[in-house]
């Protein structure tokens, strides 16, 4: 196995779990909700009375924040991010998740995170399925093709 240690980010992912975690917490205790992003955009189609204007200053603060990091953060400490394929396979890729999320009702930040910890049966499942899925195929993109 060869690790990428230039863009070993071990701390950062350790702040932005923590970060997310917390913040999943606070929605649940305050809104009584799963903070899912797949659910939160989902909601707005169709939109209902009432119910739609948290849900646009979610989605607005979740495009917002890289723009806010970039103001805070110096220069050193950001890394662009790599996408070592090509742009069909990156849309092949969404559209697979877009799918997959359709089909466990839910992504990976509502199973993932907030189903987990409630521990649900039925997030567990949904979990292992998204991580499955990504193992095979990155075993099979790394070392079948």
């Known amino acids: 196995m060869n690790i990428d240690w ?14 997310l975690g917390i913040a999943s917490a606070i929605f649940i205790l ?8 797949s659910g939160i ?43 070592e394929a090509a742009e069909l396979t990156v849309i092949a890729a969404g559209l697979l998740v877009g799918i997959g999320t359709r089909y466990a009702s839910g992504c990976t930040s509502g199973h993932g995170v907030c189903g987990l910890s409630r521990l649900s049966p039925r997030s567990l499942v949904a979990t292992a399925s998204f991580m499955g899925a990504g193992f095979a195929i990155v075993y099979v993109l790394r070392h079948l093709i």
Do not use: C, E, M
């Open 30 to 37: 305050l809104n009584g909700r799963i903070l899912g992003i």
């Open 6 to 19: 230039a863009h070993f980010t071990p701390y950062g992912s350790l702040i932005g779990g923590l970060l």
């Open 41 to 83: 955009l989902g909601g707005l189609l169709p939109p209902k009375v009432g119910d739609t204007t948290w849900r646009l200053a979610f989605l607005l603060g979740l495009f917002a924040a890289p723009t806010v990091f970039h103001a805070l953060v110096p220069a050193q400490f950001i890394t662009a991010p790599r996408i």
